[in-house]
T-cell receptor, first 113, second 116 residues
Framework: NAGVTQTPKFQVLKTGQSMTLQCAQD?????MYWYRQDPGMGLRLIYY???????DKGEVPNGYNVSRLNKREFSLRLESAAPSQTSVYFC????????????FGNGTRLTVT | AQSVTQLDSQVPVFEEAPVELRCNYS??????LFWYVQYPNQGLQLLLK??????LVESINGFEAEFNKSQTSFHLRKPSVHISDTAEYFC??????????????FGTGTRLKVLA
């Protein structure tokens, strides 16, 4: 029962570098989400995908891109990392949007220097 | 668009005392509400949810929350807390976006510290 798997767990980048955060779920869920968590700000939605082949912007999409590669995988890319993107990133999935609860991965702690 | 307010950023409480964590949401015709718990260095886990029906919902570990439509609140309560309840608690609401798809909006969280 892997649930939602995120890789890597930790990452340090220099300003301007790029990277992709990977997320995969094995629950056959339709919807997937990327959040960032910062102290005192709770979880803020970056992007989400209601179904395979669709993506929508959340509250804080600037500086990020996403790809819903297939039903299982939803990746988050930082093209040119900035110190303001230092955060803990969580991927989540749900059976369908609205009434179904979210299942979270354990997070990726990203530091941009 | 929906929004969620958790007024208390930190709540210290002694073991075996009652606790209430407050959550208010912006009004909507229909609303689905959730409480999640986050233990250190982990992802969030669902604690309980309100979808419809009885306004009082309970979790398996003694927490309960009451949906109050007139006050647009969904406060979380526990009559007697344990040290193991020390964690951060997040209130969330699902919101139907302009594209017709649902997203989940979270509050800023309340850090519950249970003292011996």
């Amino acid at each position: 029962n892997a649930g939602v798997t995120q890789t890597p767990k930790f990452q340090v980048l220099k300003t301007g570098q790029s990277m992709t955060l990977q997320c995969a779920q094995d629950m056959n869920h339709n919807s997937m989400y990327w959040y960032r968590q910062d102290p005192g700000m709770g979880l803020r939605l970056i992007y989400y995908s209601a179904s395979e082949g669709t993506t929508d912007k959340g509250e804080v999409p600037n500086g990020y891109n996403v790809s819903r590669l297939n039903k299982r995988e939803f990746s988050l890319r930082l093209e040119s990392a900035a110190p303001s993107q230092t955060s803990v990133y969580f991927c989540a999935s749900s059976e369908q949007g609205g009434t179904a609860p979210l299942h979270f991965g354990n997070g990726t702690r990203l530091t941009v220097t | 668009a929906q929004s969620v307010t958790q007024l208390d950023s930190q709540v210290p409480v002694f073991e075996e005392a009652p606790v209430e964590l407050r959550c208010n949401y912006s009004s909507s015709v229909s609303v689905y509400l959730f409480w999640y718990v986050q233990y250190p260095n982990q992802g969030l886990q669902l604690l309980l949810k309100y979808l419809s029906g009885s306004t009082l919902v309970e979790s398996i570990n003694g927490f309960e929350a009451e949906f109050n439509k007139s006050q647009t609140s969904f406060h979380l309560r526990k009559p007697s807390v344990h040290i193991s309840d020390t964690a951060e608690y997040f209130c969330a609401v699902s919101d139907r976006g302009t594209s017709g798809t649902y997203k989940y909006i979270f509050g800023t969280g309340t850090r519950l510290k249970v003292l011996a």
